[in-house]
């Protein structure tokens, strides 16, 4: 009697024990919810459809692929703060529905869908997600394990590829279609020390929240010229304007004030081949211009960056149709955000929100739980009663 007791007791601890750690696995209906919630935040602020993206991306890089968990100490993740502590709060109400991380992976895909339909390719297709990525044991905690992020100063495609490759396994093709992620947002001064986004205003209306491959046309149809930044010498971007002395190709780009768009060398190096210093200046006697493949190089001392790229075809095809880019970033999008390690699995549909099994229930007084469970669906209704 005493030993079946204890067999028992044992049973239930380890049983319980085993349901506690088991993350949340969104359903359907929680996913739909979701959905809805994040679009009101897109639409309340279009800022957040490339800080959503790019906060995806931040999250699966590093050892723990995508695991809820970024660093806001680490000078890559600047600027990714404001949207962690807006998704932070929708997470905080849909608790144990869904992990961190698949929340943000889940933001990201919105997000995209979100930004393609105001194309006319709308193919960005979300029934496609999977849940069941797990949090860092530090989620919420705000600082991740050492990770290591792209830097913007890369010469030449092989480097970028060597990157996606070891951190999510992509090939010189899901390279370059993956970087096309840059048609959205923008990048900060107070972030990153460069400024301006991949697509101008005065390029595509709502450029900046426009996911298609006008990114690619950027790269290879436009004369861009390299400055350094007058807020950091250590910084250089892609500019319209030609170099106003005449002389070299590093001049500061606040004499040339840069009403438009910008490129930094790790985008273009998807088409050309460069030779720069640690700075991300030109080594001496590696001056260019990257000249446009439609028009003829600008006249001017400097001769026209290296095209013998890999990646330059496929920014061509790219640029050329929107449709083949979109169908292949929607795989690439999708094989950044999927853990390999294979505990993935699409949503199933749960119209009825589950009770707890038994065995757990015996743990708590029933009528606290009904009670719990009464509190969370008035909280549930606010949310999504919420005006826009
Ligand atoms: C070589 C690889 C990459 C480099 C060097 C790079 C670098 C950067 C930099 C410097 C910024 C500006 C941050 C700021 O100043 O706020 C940025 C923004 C952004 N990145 Fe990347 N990135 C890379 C790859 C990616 C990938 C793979 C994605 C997504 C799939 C992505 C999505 C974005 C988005 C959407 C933004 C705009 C964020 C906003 O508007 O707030 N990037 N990236
Ligand atoms: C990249 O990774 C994949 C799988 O991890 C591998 O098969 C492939 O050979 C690697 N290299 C390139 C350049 O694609
Ligand atoms: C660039 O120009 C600005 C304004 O003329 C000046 O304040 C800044 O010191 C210059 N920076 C460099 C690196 O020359
Ligand atoms: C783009 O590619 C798709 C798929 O190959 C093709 O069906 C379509 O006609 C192409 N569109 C253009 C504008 O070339």
């Excluded at 007791?9 to 750690?21: D, N, P």
């Excluded at 905080?92 to 990201?108: G, H, Q």
């Excluded at 992620?181 to 697509?199: Q, Y």
């Amino acid at each position: 009697m005493f030993r079946k007791v204890i067999v028992l007791l044992l049973l239930i601890t380890l049983t319980s024990a085993w349901w506690l750690q088991k993350p949340p696995r969104a359903t359907k209906e929680t996913l739909s919810q979701l959905d809805g919630e994040i679009r009101k935040l897109l639409k309340e602020d279009p800022e957040r459809i490339g800080g959503f993206v790019r906060l995806a991306f931040h999250d699966c890089v590093g050892r723990g692929r995508c695991d809820g968990c970024i660093d806001h100490h680490n000078h890559d993740n600047k600027g990714l703060a404001v949207y962690t502590k807006v998704l932070n709060n929708l997470f905080t109400k849909f608790s144990n529905r869904i992990t961190r991380a698949d929340l943000y992976a889940f933001a990201a895909i919105v997000a995209a869908n979100y930004a393609s339909t105001s194309g006319p390719d709308a193919v960005f297709k979300m029934n496609r997600f999977k849940v069941g990525r797990r949090d860092c044991s530090r989620s919420g905690q705000e600082d991740d394990n050492a990770e290591t992020f792209p830097g913007p100063n890369m010469q030449n495609v092989h480097e970028l590829v060597n990157f996606f490759n070891k951190t999510f396994g992509l090939n010189l093709r899901e390279t370059v279609a993956l970087m096309g992620a840059h048609s959205l947002g923008r990048l900060r001064t107070k972030n990153s020390g460069f400024e301006g986004p991949w697509i101008a205003e005065v390029v595509q209306k709502n450029g900046a929240n426009i996911l298609d491959s006008r990114y690619y046309l950027e790269i290879v149809a436009v004369h861009w010229f390299l400055k350094v930044m007058p807020t950091n010498n250590k910084r250089h971007q892609w500019q319209r304007e030609g170099p106003s002395m005449g002389v070299g190709n590093s001049v500061n780009a606040s004499l040339n004030a840069q009403p438009d768009n910008i490129l930094i060398h790790s985008d273009a190096a998807l088409a050309f081949n460069f030779h720069l210093d640690e700075n991300g200046a030109f080594k001496p006697g590696k001056e260019c211009i990257m000249c446009s493949i439609v028009d003829p190089p600008p006249a001017g001392d400097l001769p026209c960056c290296d095209i013998k790229s890999a990646g330059r075809q496929l920014c061509i095809d790219y640029a050329l149709n929107n449709t083949i880019w979109m169908h292949d970033f929607t795989d690439v999008f999708y094989k950044m955000i999927d853990n390999p390690d294979g505990k993935l699995t699409l949503p199933i549909s749960v119209p009825v929100r589950p009770r707890p099994p038994p065995h757990r229930r015996l743990k708590h007084d029933s009528k606290n739980q009904d009670e719990k469970e009464a509190q969370d669906d008035v909280a549930f209704e606010k949310i999504k009663q919420k005006p826009v």
